[in-house]
């Protein structure tokens, strides 16, 4: 006999509330047609067309979305790279140390690859004159470092689940071993590879801390406009500002979410059949 | 499962080629020089002295080559040390409630049909892909003193207590308890997700035989569940106790100036007062007291992953 766990399903029930309810009252209080951020004072869609005609916004927009595409696609081969390779190449000279240098940056404090990625760029300005003002390029690089990491864990994690012989089969099949990379692993580790980047673009989207260590002056990426407007308090244009942000991040995930749902879906599919085909 | 011996095929090709070399070099030359580079300059800086040049540092000529006036300050000033206090029972306190709040949570997640489980572990990683500091900003909203939130909170503590300790607002902002609150709210997928793949993957057998054998639910949960569910524990609290610990953004925004955490120490040291020796001290020093639970749970994770294989 079963019996339902009512304790349990209340405390998910109240998780819940407690993770949506935060998100849903600034969604309704960016409707707030009062200045005062937390006094409700009647509907109004005018901090929408303040947002819209604020060219700050949209230009902190581009150069978010600029480096976080550049910044996910580099971050993307690099850590697949990485990743191929330590679930693959089972030795090399040095692993050891490569293992340390992509597992640290996952722990390491924020402030402190802040610091540390800032200071590297100004004493590299001083001994070989590189970088020379800091800004889009500074910023990619430090978004790539850190962002690379989390693609080679998902990319590892996969490639080691996935069966060699399969790739051996091919080998023994007469594919040269470049093919066997391209027709066999990359698509086999393509679902993580897919949610690599996704993960590496959202990151680099999202990032404060390290962005505000590495940015020059005029490089406003659009988390450091609303951190800094944020410091000053609640508004009700940041609350319409967030509403948008959450709203599309939101959408993006769950279509993203519903592709490798269905990629896995049918990678399986093809998988089994392939197997019951040999039988 | 033996160690392999023989070389997979792919990959001795690739390492005849020289492609190997590439597909490890690329990332490995990456990572020395804008990971590791950094990281030894943080170290090599926390022994410099501070000078009024441009970079505001010095070795050697009229300094010493190795000062540790940082570490030294680090343990004598209060300042540090308290910072480190409130860092560590702030992120200890956000990890307990965490664990509280999302045990539960995870083992509630179980028990739920398939089709659901999926939507709602879809509803717990989506605030995770969303903004960390919109996610935060929610809060600013909700903590403020105006705010309906705290208004039903007001109403609720002056209904419930005697009529001189009626209250106008709660004060919520700007503490302690709002950082703790809020990294609560941040962190709680990091909980969620490692005690869920933990509980998931128990035996429901295992339950259904203490039960038969006359064990009371919570005595199951007790001798059944919870041993069994350790690891996930363990993994859990430290992927909210690791950030938390170092956090910057949440305390610059709803916590105490008063009472700064390490994160905003190390900034401050860095930015306003521009001394990057005792900045960097400060980072070493975070570095090695996280070492500690890093290591505490790569030991707990071999364990379970030999403690699988047999």
């Not at chain 1, 967030?242 to 990629?263: D, F, K, M, P, Q």
């Amino acid at each position: 006999m079963k019996r339902r766990p009512w304790f349990l399903f209340t405390m998910l029930a109240f998780g819940f509330a407690f993770f949506y309810i935060p998100i849903l009252s600034m969604i309704v209080y960016s409707f707030n047609g009062s200045r005062l951020a937390t006094v409700w004072g009647g509907f109004s869609t005018k901090w929408y067309a303040s947002l819209f005609s604020n060219r700050q916004v949209g230009a902190a927009l581009v150069l978010s979305v600029q480096i976080a595409l550049i910044s996910a696609t580099v971050a993307t081969i690099l850590g697949t790279m990485a990743g191929l390779a330590l679930a693959r190449f089972t030795k090399f000279r040095g692993r050891l140390l490569f293992t340390g240098m992509v597992t640290a940056p996952l722990v390491m404090p924020e402030v402190i690859t802040g610091i540390s990625t800032l200071m590297f760029f100004i004493l590299m300005a001083d001994w070989v004159g590189w970088p020379g003002s800091r800004g889009f390029t500074t910023i990619t690089l430090a978004h790539i470092t850190f962002s690379m990491v989390f693609v080679t864990t998902v990319v590892q994690a996969r490639v080691s689940q996935s069966d060699r012989a399969i790739e051996e089969a091919a080998m023994d099949l007469g594919s040269r071993p470049w093919q066997v990379l391209w027709d066999v692993t990359l698509p086999t580790i393509f679902p993580a590879v897919l949610s690599g980047w996704l993960l590496a673009f959202t990151i680099s989207l999202d990032d404060v801390v390290i962005t505000s260590f590495t940015t020059g002056p005029g490089n406003t990426t659009l988390p450091l406009l609303i951190w800094s407007k944020v410091k000053l308090g609640v508004t009700p244009d940041i609350n319409a500002l967030a509403t948008l942000i959450v709203l599309a991040v939101g959408a993006g995930v769950i279509i993203a979410g519903i592709v490798l749902n269905r990629a896995e879906a049918r990678r399986a599919r093809d998988e089994r059949l392939a197997y019951r085909a040999n039988e | 499962m033996g160690p392999q011996t023989r070389r997979h095929p792919l990959a001795e090709w690739f390492h005849r080629r020289g492609w190997s070399d590439l597909i490890i070099g690329l990332p490995y030359l990456w990572l020395l020089v804008l990971f590791l580079l950094p990281f030894v300059i943080v170290v090599a800086m926390s022994v410099a002295t501070r000078t009024p040049t441009a970079p505001p540092f010095g070795y050697g000529g009229d300094n010493p080559v190795i000062n540790l006036n940082g570490y030294a300050r680090l343990l004598h000033d209060d300042l540090y040390i308290r910072a480190f206090l409130t860092s560590l029972l702030n992120a200890a306190n956000a990890m307990i409630l965490c664990l509280l709040i999302g045990y539960p949570m995870a083992l509630g997640l179980t028990r739920v049909s398939k089709n659901w489980r999926n939507v709602l572990l879809m509803l717990v990683i989506l605030p995770f892909w969303t903004s960390f500091l919109l996610r935060v900003y929610a809060w600013m909203g909700l903590m403020g003193k105006n705010s309906w939130f705290n208004g039903l909170l007001t109403s609720l503590w002056n209904w419930a207590t005697p009529e001189g300790w009626a209250v106008t607002s709660i004060p919520m902002m700007h503490s302690n308890f709002a950082v703790v609150l809020v990294m609560v709210y941040t962190y709680l997928p990091f909980m969620i997700l490692p005690l869920y793949s933990s509980l998931e993957r128990l035996d429901p057998a295992l339950d259904e035989a203490a039960m038969d054998l006359g064990t009371r639910p919570f005595g199951v949960f007790l001798d059944v569940t919870l041993p069994q569910s350790v690891p996930g524990i363990i993994a859990g609290g430290l992927l909210v106790f690791i950030p938390a610990a170092g956090e910057l953004v949440i305390p610059t925004l709803v916590g105490d100036a008063a009472q700064p955490m390490i994160g905003r120490v190390i900034s401050d040291e860095f930015a306003s007062a521009r001394d990057w020796p005792m900045a960097s001290s400060v980072a070493v020093a975070l570095l090695l007291i996280m070492v500690v639970p890093t290591m505490i749970y790569s030991h707990y994770q071999a364990k379970a992953d030999t403690g699988e294989r047999k």
